[in-house]
C-alpha cells in the first residue's frame, strides 16, 4: 500500500496498531507528538492520520488550514465520542480498523475535486472553512454524494449519520445546519444569493439549502459526484 492509501498513526492508539498490523495494513510512519505525525504523513503523502482522540483534536486546525487537496483524512479513536472537524470517529478498534480499510480500498481519495469543490461553494456563500457550520454543511454534502437516495429525502435523514460523525446530539446537528442557513442569508452578497436561490425571496429551509447546493455540485461534476467515502 503506498502513496495516498497508506496511513500515519499518532498519539496513544493502544492495540490499534498491532491490529491494523494484522489487518495487513501498511503504515507510513508512526508518532506520539501529534504535529510530527502530520509532518510524516505530508512527507510520505498518505492518505490518512489515524489518532487517538486527544491527537486527532490538536491536529484539526492544522488539517484545516491544508488545501483540501492535500488534506489526509483524519481517522479518530475517541472512545467516548467528541466534536472532532473532518474527522471520522471510531469508537472502539475495530471500528478504527474497518474506517483504514475503506481507505485502504481507495475510497476516501476518489473524491478529492468533491472535496476541493464543495470548499469553493461554500466560500462563495461566505461560509468559509473556518467556520462551524462549514464542517456540517460539508459533511452532509459529502453524506448525499456517498449515499444518492439521500439527496431526495428529508435533511432529518442526514442527522443520525452527521450526530455519529461529530459525536454531537441531532438536535445540535439540526442548529447548526440552521445556523448555516442563517449565516449564508446575513453575510453572503444579495448578486450570489439570487443566482443561488432565484425562486427564494425569504431564506430557504435547511432541507431546501441542503438541496440547492447539491444541484449545483451536480451540475457541475455530473455523475462523477456519486463516491463512496469516509465522511
Request: charged share 20%; proline share 6%; hydrophobic share 40%.
Amino acid at each position: 500500500m503506498t502513496g495516498r492509501a497508506s496511513v500515519v498513526l499518532a498519539g496513544n492508539l493502544g492495540s490499534l496498531p498491532e491490529r491494523l498490523k494484522m489487518a495487513g495494513v501498511e503504515t507510513a510512519g508512526e508518532s506520539a507528538d501529534p504535529e510530527r505525525a502530520l509532518a510524516l504523513a505530508l512527507s510520505a503523502d498518505a492518505g490518512a492520520v489515524v489518532a487517538s482522540g486527544e491527537a486527532a483534536l490538536s491536529l484539526t486546525g492544522a488539517l484545516e488550514a491544508l488545501d483540501p487537496s492535500e488534506r489526509p483524512a483524519l481517522i479518530a479513536l475517541a472512545s467516548g465520542g467528541a466534536d472532532l472537524p473532518n474527522a471520522t470517529v471510531c469508537r472502539d478498534p475495530d471500528e478504527a480498523v474497518a474506517a483504514v480499510q475503506r481507505l485502504y480500498g481507495g475510497q476516501a481519495r476518489q473524491n478529492t475535486q468533491l472535496r476541493r469543490r464543495i470548499s469553493e461553494l461554500l466560500a462563495g456563500l461566505s461560509l468559509p472553512a473556518g467556520r462551524s457550520e462549514h464542517r456540517y454543511v460539508a459533511a452532509a454534502l459529502l453524506m448525499m454524494a456517498s449515499e444518492p437516495e439521500l439527496s431526495g429525502l428529508e435533511p432529518e435523514a442526514l442527522y443520525p449519520g452527521l450526530s455519529r460523525r461529530f459525536g454531537v446530539s441531532e438536535e445540535r446537528v439540526s442548529e447548526s445546519l440552521d445556523h448555516a442557513v442563517r449565516t449564508v442569508w446575513r453575510h453572503c452578497d444579495s448578486v450570489t444569493l439570487s443566482r443561488m436561490f432565484p425562486d427564494k425571496a425569504s431564506r430557504p429551509t435547511a432541507e431546501e439549502f441542503l438541496k440547492t447546493l447539491f444541484g449545483s455540485l451536480y451540475a457541475t461534476l455530473g455523475k462523477s459526484l456519486w463516491s463512496p467515502q469516509i465522511y
